[in-house]
């Protein structure tokens, strides 16, 4: 069987990302308590009903603090009956947070009269920390939306369907901010930009004249094979050690033309060795 567990900040995604899942065949629970986990997992691995061959659970800060203590324990327990689990947790920036908040006129589950969202949003991330530190995914939403978080969601089951290391490899651009759900940042500001090139600057590192643009320039195929001799020998530790998602992020000043190209490469490159490999390209809408 497989089981994912959703957790994340509210409004970061989790309710987006379960409905997905149920979408991909998953049979989905939200808000179950961690108190409850146990007997559930217990329910789990005697059942035979294949309904429960693929689930999701999400769980959130509701749940009482000394159960969030013992999330450790759980996932021990997930260890110890061989249990196939995931754990994806969604986060988002303050701002973002509050801005969503903010929109929707919703309530944040920790506020009240004595609590105000900024506090409740500073609470949670207190109270999750622990359930974040065992995820295998992280997925900042700052910058994402419904369609693109729903996108990264059917992508990763997918993948999940094989074997091996599921590789991301995401573009950006540094002026809008640096992703922090990733493993390794690349920078490739100091390499030639096509930007600069009037005739180039409506393109992206998909099109054609950019891309002929940025393979006549040595520096930036120097930097190419750099960034893959790095990745090709470190990436059969993570390998190595049962790590089974990877995130890389290249970022250049705009998201547009150098990270795009580096990204595209470094996932043709990679995928030709066998790997799992997603590309997201942050910037391009």
Same mark, same amino acid.
């Given at each position: 069987?497989?089981?994912?567990?959703?957790?994340?900040?509210?409004?970061?995604?989790?309710?987006?990302?379960?409905?997905?899942?149920?979408?991909?065949?998953?049979?989905?629970?939200?808000?179950?308590?961690?108190?409850?986990?146990?007997?559930?997992?217990?329910?789990?691995?005697?059942?035979?009903?294949?309904?429960?061959?693929?689930?999701?659970?999400?769980?959130?800060?509701?749940?009482?603090?000394?159960?969030?203590?013992?999330?450790?324990?759980?996932?021990?327990?997930?260890?110890?009956?061989?249990?196939?689990?995931?754990?994806?947790?969604?986060?988002?920036?303050?701002?973002?947070?509050?801005?969503?908040?903010?929109?929707?006129?919703? +309530?944040?589950? =920790?506020?009240?009269?004595?609590?105000?969202?900024? /506090?409740? &949003?500073?609470?949670?991330?207190?109270? @999750? $920390?622990?359930?974040?530190?065992?995820?295998?995914?992280?997925?900042?939403?700052?910058?994402?939306?419904?369609?693109?978080?729903?996108?990264?969601?059917?992508?990763?089951?997918?993948?999940?369907?094989?074997?091996?290391?599921?590789?991301?490899?995401?573009?950006?651009?540094?002026?809008?901010?640096?992703?922090?759900?990733?493993?390794?940042?690349?920078?490739?500001?100091?390499?030639?930009?096509?930007?600069?090139?009037?005739?180039?600057?409506?393109?992206?590192?998909?099109?054609?004249?950019?891309?002929?643009?940025?393979?006549?320039?040595?520096?930036?195929?120097?930097?190419? +094979?750099?960034? =893959?001799?790095?990745?090709?020998?470190?990436?059969? /530790?993570? &390998?190595?050690?049962?790590?089974?998602? @990877? $995130?890389?992020?290249?970022?250049?000043?705009?998201?547009?033309?150098?990270?795009?190209?580096?990204?595209?490469?470094?996932?043709?490159?990679?995928?030709?060795?066998?790997?799992?490999?997603?590309?997201?390209?942050?910037?391009?809408?």
């Amino acid at each position: 069987m497989k089981l994912i567990i959703v957790s994340g900040l509210s409004g970061s995604g989790k309710s987006v990302t379960l409905d997905t899942l149920e979408d991909a065949g998953f049979y989905c629970i939200d808000n179950l308590p961690i108190a409850l986990l146990s007997n559930f997992v217990t329910l789990l691995t005697d059942s035979t009903n294949t309904l429960f061959h693929k689930t999701a659970v999400g769980i959130d800060a509701r749940s009482d603090p000394s159960s969030l203590n013992n999330v450790t324990a759980f996932i021990e327990q997930l260890k110890n009956h061989r249990i196939d689990y995931e754990v994806i947790f969604l986060r988002a920036s303050k701002d973002s947070l509050l801005k969503r908040f903010s929109e929707t006129r919703r +309530k944040h589950p =920790l506020s009240n009269k004595d609590t105000s969202l900024d /506090e409740a &949003i500073d609470l949670e991330i207190d109270k @999750l $920390s622990l359930i974040a530190s065992h995820a295998s995914l992280q997925i900042d939403t700052s910058h994402s939306n419904v369609h693109e978080l729903r996108d990264i969601i059917r992508q990763r089951v997918s993948f999940n369907r094989g074997q091996g290391l599921s590789l991301q490899i995401m573009s950006f651009g540094y002026k809008h901010g640096a992703p922090n759900d990733v493993d390794f940042v690349f920078d490739a500001r100091c390499l030639p930009n096509p930007y600069w090139e009037p005739n180039l600057r409506s393109y992206s590192g998909l099109d054609t004249p950019v891309v002929d643009f940025l393979d006549d320039k040595e520096l930036i195929q120097e930097y190419l +094979k750099d960034t =893959l001799q790095f990745l090709t020998r470190w990436i059969p /530790e993570f &390998i190595n050690t049962n790590r089974n998602y @990877l $995130s890389i992020a290249i970022g250049c000043t705009g998201g547009q033309h150098r990270s795009v190209y580096l990204a595209e490469k470094l996932a043709h490159h990679l995928t030709s060795q066998q790997l799992n490999v997603m590309t997201r390209h942050r910037e391009l809408r």
